[in-house]
C-alpha cells in the first residue's frame, strides 16, 4: 500500500517559520495522480482540513485561517508535497498530517507534531 511519511515538525517561536514534508512510497500508480490534504489536530480539538492540492497541481484551496501565511506545493520528481508555513502562530500548535487519495483509496502518514511556543 502507499506509505506517507511526513517530517519537518518541531518547537518555533511565534512568527516563525516551518516546513513540512510528505513523502509518498509504494504506490502503484504515478504520484501526480494522487490528490494530497494537510490536516492538522490540535488538542480538544476535531480534526481540521489545513490545505489540499489536486491531482494535476491546478487546484489549491486553504482553510480561512492559513489563508496567506502557509502554502501547498508538490514535487511529483521526488514524490512530495510540502507544506511551508510561516508567521506561525500559537494556535497553529498541532500534529499534522497528510493524507493521499486516488478513486476510493485512501492513505495517512503518522503525523508530525508543530509546536508554537516562546
Known amino acids: 500500500q502507499v506509505q506517507l511519511v511526513e517530517s519537518g515538525g518541531g518547537l518555533v517561536q511565534p512568527g516563525g517559520s516551518l516546513r513540512l514534508s510528505c513523502v509518498a512510497s509504494r504506490f502503484t500508480f504515478t504520484f501526480s495522480s494522487y490528490a494530497v490534504r494537510w490536516y492538522r489536530q490540535a488538542p480538544g480539538k476535531e480534526r481540521e482540513l489545513v490545505a489540499g492540492?489536486?491531482?494535476?497541481?491546478?487546484?489549491?484551496t486553504y482553510v480561512d485561517s492559513v489563508k496567506g501565511r502557509f502554502t501547498i506545493s508538490r514535487d511529483n520528481a521526488k514524490n512530495t508535497v510540502y507544506l511551508q508555513m510561516n508567521s506561525l502562530k500559537p494556535e497553529d500548535t498541532a500534529v499534522y498530517y497528510c493524507?493521499?487519495?486516488?478513486?476510493?483509496?485512501?492513505?495517512w502518514g503518522q503525523g508530525t507534531q508543530v509546536t508554537v511556543s516562546s
Open positions: 492540492i489536486s491531482n494535476v497541481g491546478r487546484i489549491i
Open positions: 493524507n493521499a487519495v486516488l478513486y476510493a483509496s485512501a492513505y
